[in-house]
């Protein structure tokens, strides 16, 4: 287990969670469709085990995000909900499973991520490639984004990962340099700078995502967008960092959602194509419109 920052009293009383962070419980039959299909075919949703605010919108429009290779993670990053430890033997049946319920729900842009697996050899590649793949062949009119995790500079692993004709692929650096030994020990940044770089020089429309509020700069965030740009990123999403557990890294900050419209502002300015910025907004909000950024 990492050890957690140290956070003062003062940073604590900063940290009040404000009514515009508040999320409305997931209800509607659009839900329970949706509820019903991912327990039918026993599917992983990173709506469910990232704890996402948006799960009760996104799952009542009938989309959802799925997690493949299993919901056990080999990094202990201080901010997911995502259980760490040894992960058990992927089902090689995974891909066809996900792609007939991505079918059968009939969604137009599906979302693909997963745990990292640094234990396997090719970091899970070859489901990866298999998932799109399936899905792409039940369902062709279905545009497909996949968040892959860190390869580890698996160079081979991430071009099969993103060969299988996805549109978008996304990986996020989370937060800024400084912050990783805190809230990523396990990542590097400059890696993942690298990972989106060859992605682009690849022909693929790039994504990667930031939480606010553990504790950045503003100037930390503007050089952050600077290197992205830099290594070839296309869009971006910004999000409020919350607090899964007791057990996670704190909020340090809950950031006023004019900051984020100041940082969608900068982010364009900068050279970034699109900007998803809100207290809200996670990897996959409003992912279906990301597909018509031009590469």
């Known amino acids: ?3 957690l920052p140290v956070v003062s009293q003062e940073e604590k009383k900063k940290a009040k969670k404000p009514d515009w962070l508040r999320v409305k419980l997931p209800i509607g039959k659009e839900y329970a ?3 019903k299909l ?21 799952w009542g429009a009938g989309t959802a995000t799925f997690m493949i290779l299993g919901n056990v993670c080999t990094r202990s990053c201080s901010f997911c909900a995502v259980a760490t430890g040894r992960p058990p033997e992927y089902d090689e049946q995974e891909p ?7 079918y059968k729900m009939g969604v137009k842009h599906a979302v693909l991520t997963s745990v990292n697996r640094d234990e396997l050899k090719d970091r899970g590649a070859e489901i990866w490639y298999q998932t799109v793949v399936q899905t792409k062949q039940l369902s062709p009119e279905t545009t497909i984004e996949t968040l892959i995790p860190d390869v580890k500079s698996n160079w081979d692993a991430l071009y099969r990962m993103i060969e299988a004709g996805q549109e978008v692929v996304s990986h996020n650096v989370e937060t800024v340099p400084s912050l990783y030994r805190r809230v990523r ?3 590097k940044y400059q890696r993942s700078l690298d990972q989106i ?3 682009k020089e690849y022909g693929k429309r790039t994504k990667s995502g930031i939480m606010v509020g553990l504790g950045e700069t503003k100037e930390e965030m503007f050089k952050s967008m600077d290197d992205l740009v ?4 296309d869009i971006l999403t910004i999000g409020q960092y919350l607090q899964p557990t007791k057990r ?3 909020v340090i900050e809950y950031v006023h959602p004019d900051v984020f419209d100041m940082y969608r502002e900068e982010g364009l300015k900068r050279g970034l194509k699109y900007v998803e910025s809100g207290p809200l907004v996670r990897s996959s909000y409003h992912a279906e419109r990301h597909v018509n950024v031009p590469i």
Not at 38 to 57: A, R, Y
Not at 230 to 233: F, K
Request: hydrophobic letters at 30%.
């Open 1 to 3: 287990m990492i050890d």
């Open 33 to 35: 469709k949706v509820r």
């Open 38 to 58: 991912v327990d039918e075919h026993k599917l992983h949703t990173i709506c469910e085990s990232g704890s996402c605010p948006n799960m009760g919108e996104c």
């Open 96 to 102: 066809k499973r996900v792609a007939e319920a991505i």
């Open 185 to 187: 020990p396990q990542a």
């Open 197 to 199: 770089k060859l992605t």
């Open 230 to 233: 830099a290594h070839g990123l």
């Open 248 to 250: 996670h890294h704190e």
